[in-house]
């Protein structure tokens, strides 16, 4: 399984980005899908989760209100649209994938079944 990330890039203060993560996989509208970050010298962070359908999303407090997952099985990605970003927010995002667990199940054990290449997302002051 390929899950491939895009969108990252380099960001003021304030500004918005919307990464995407594409597998095609005839299972991928049966997968919940995450977001988590890195930063350097930092672990790993949840940061947002949607469930298979849609119906169901969750975040960290550190975005809620600011980003909002999204995805369209049609087209086998997922999105993360991320506004008023942060130097905080400074990161490599990686997008993953779960075959069992719910959007709430993602986002309180953060064990995937699918990891893809990170992107980076840098916001500067």
């Known amino acids: 399984v390929q899950l491939q990330a895009s969108g990252g890039g380099l960001v003021q203060t304030g500004g918005s980005l919307r990464l995407s993560c594409t597998a095609y996989?005839?299972?991928?509208?049966?997968?919940?899908l995450g977001w988590f970050r890195q930063a350097p010298g930092k672990e790993r962070e949840f940061v947002a989760a949607?469930?298979?359908?849609?119906?169901?999303?969750y975040y960290s407090d550190s975005v809620k209100g600011r980003f909002t997952i999204s995805r369209d099985n049609a087209k086998y990605t997922g999105n993360l649209q991320m506004n008023s970003l942060k130097p905080a927010d400074s990161a490599v995002y990686y997008c993953?994938?779960?075959?069992?667990?719910?959007?709430?199940?993602?986002?309180?054990?953060?064990?995937?079944?699918?990891w893809g290449k990170g992107t980076q997302v840098t916001v500067s002051s």
């Open positions: 949607i469930a298979w359908s849609g119906g169901s999303t």
């Open positions: 993953a994938a779960s075959n069992w667990l719910s959007a709430q199940g993602i986002a309180q054990t953060r064990t995937m079944d699918y």
């Open positions: 996989e005839r299972t991928f509208n049966m997968w919940s």
